[in-house]
């Protein structure tokens, strides 16, 4: 019953800006961590982001001081600010859970996946 759903994806221009957003239902995200990932065509799947269940979030290296990450639990969602956006982050973007992990840090794997939101950044 676990289900999340990416929306804000689209067409942008290198410098751009674009928020994504993470809906989830049939569980309560307050409580876990939300991971952002991102694959681009060609690529493995990289972490972008996650932000933990006590409300500490972290970075990827490539993403670090462009994007940022948040979440509104009254809205049972997770959001992802993308600033300053550059054609290397063209993806699409995945957000994931894992409710089996209550620790105070992003897990290690996750296993509630949604269906992903395409981001081009191009000329």
């Known amino acids: 019953q676990v289900q999340l759903v990416e929306s804000g994806g689209g067409l942008v221009q290198p410098g751009g800006s674009l928020r994504l957003s993470c809906a989830a239902s049939?569980?309560?995200?307050?409580?876990?961590?939300i991971g952002w990932f991102r694959q681009a065509p060609g690529k493995e799947r990289e972490g972008v982001s996650c932000i933990s269940g006590d409300g500490s979030d972290y970075y990827a290296d490539s993403v670090k001081g462009r994007f940022t990450i948040s979440r509104d639990n009254a809205k049972n969602t997770v959001y992802l600010q993308m600033n300053s956006l550059k054609p290397e982050d063209t993806a699409v973007y995945y957000c994931a859970t894992n409710t089996r992990w209550l620790g105070s840090s992003c897990p290690r794997d996750y296993y509630h996946w949604g269906q992903g939101t395409q981001v081009t950044v191009s000329s």
């Open positions: 049939g569980f309560t995200l307050d409580y876990y961590a």
